[in-house]
């Protein structure tokens, strides 16, 4: 697509319920980024994919977070169990390769746990 | 711990003048840098960046500048239009993924 396109924009969801949230990246794009912006912080590492592995996971914050990605293209970001301090907005990136730092993002799914 | 730091989380200018934003990292082995802009309800969009290599980097009226031996960077945006208001990201390249600061937002009075 022309764009990196996320959903859903708005979750709201309650504390102990799993989550999924999508990435569809820049067609072409090998190398998938997903970050998260908490209120008030910047943007706050998780994992990136090339192609369908993840060579750094070291941003997930707890073991309840997976992601994965499938055909060099879609991925998904999982949260289990979720908790209050879950709420963010999570933003996902692409990029033609890895290395290319002119990432771009998505419009991000704002998380709220209540 | 924080490796690219911006201070000032806000910044207010008049339009036709100067903005100057501010950011400092610690981790001498970042080897690009990056400006990113953000405006409500939309992700970031890359602005500007500059190698590690060089200390000036200009397009249009933004110009980025890197001290290396201070391990500081600066955006100038001149002249500064309403248009301009929005969150600005610092970030840093290295070990194939970005690291970005925690933002200021500049507010370009009219």
């Known amino acids: 697509g022309a764009g990196v396109s996320q959903s859903p924009s708005n979750k709201v969801t309650e504390k102990g319920k799993d989550v999924e949230l999508r990435c569809d990246p820049i067609s072409g794009h090998t190398a998938l980024y997903w970050y998260r912006q908490r209120l008030g912080q910047g943007l706050e590492f998780l994992i990136y994919f090339q192609g369908n592995s993840a060579p750094d996971k070291s941003g997930l914050p707890s073991d309840r977070f997976s992601a994965e990605r499938t055909g060099e293209s879609v991925s998904t970001l999982t949260i289990q169990r979720t908790q209050q301090e879950d709420s963010a907005v999570y933003l996902c990136a692409s990029s033609l390769n890895r290395g290319d730092y002119g990432y771009t993002f998505g419009s991000g799914t704002r998380l709220t746990v209540v | 711990d924080q490796q690219v730091k911006q201070n000032s989380p806000s910044l207010s200018v008049q339009e036709g003048r100067i903005s100057i934003l501010n950011c400092d990292y610690t981790n001498s082995m970042f080897d690009y840098f990056l400006w990113y802009k953000k405006y409500p309800a939309e992700g970031p969009t890359f602005l500007i960046s500059?190698?590690?290599?060089?200390d000036k980097n200009e397009d249009g009226r933004f110009t980025v500048f890197l001290n290396k031996s201070a391990k500081h960077l600066s955006l100038h945006i001149v002249p500064s239009q309403p248009g301009d208001s929005a969150v600005y990201f610092c970030a840093a390249g290295g070990y194939q993924k970005v690291t970005f600061g925690t933002g200021t937002k500049l507010q370009v009075i009219p």
């Open positions: 500059i190698s590690s290599i060089k």
